[in-house]
Nanobody, 115 residues
């Protein structure tokens, strides 16, 4: 099992930028996808962006053109968030998915965008 630790959240004004980081420790065997989800108060957790081992990306329509997901090795993934909007305010969770269909989650990091 892998442990995921997010960092980089905080308070930013609308139009600003933040970069989230996710560090994975432990066994990374079987991981096929790393990514980010978010959950706003009173709402369900939703996909933000994912990145497969093969380099394929998937973004929520609401963040396309503003957010970029990347990895620098098999254990670290990042989410560059530009042109932030108040509706981006949420707890952001790092996740990994395995080829046997299991998913692990980080504890989350708060992102707050003020208007």
């Amino acid at each position: 099992q892998v442990q995921l630790v997010e960092s980089g959240g905080g308070l930013v004004q609308a139009g600003g930028s933040l970069r989230l980081s996710c560090a994975a420790s432990g066994s990374i065997f079987g991981i096929t996808t790393m990514g980010w989800y978010r959950q706003a108060p009173g709402k369900q957790r939703e996909l933000v962006a994912t990145l497969t081992n093969g380099g394929s990306t998937n973004y929520a329509d609401s963040v396309k053109g503003r957010f970029t997901i990347s990895r620098d090795n098999a254990k670290n993934t990042y989410l560059q968030m530009n042109s932030l909007k108040p509706e981006d305010t949420a707890v952001y969770y790092c996740m990994v998915a395995y080829f046997w269909a299991k998913t692990d989650w980080g504890q989350g990091t708060q992102v707050t965008v003020s208007s």
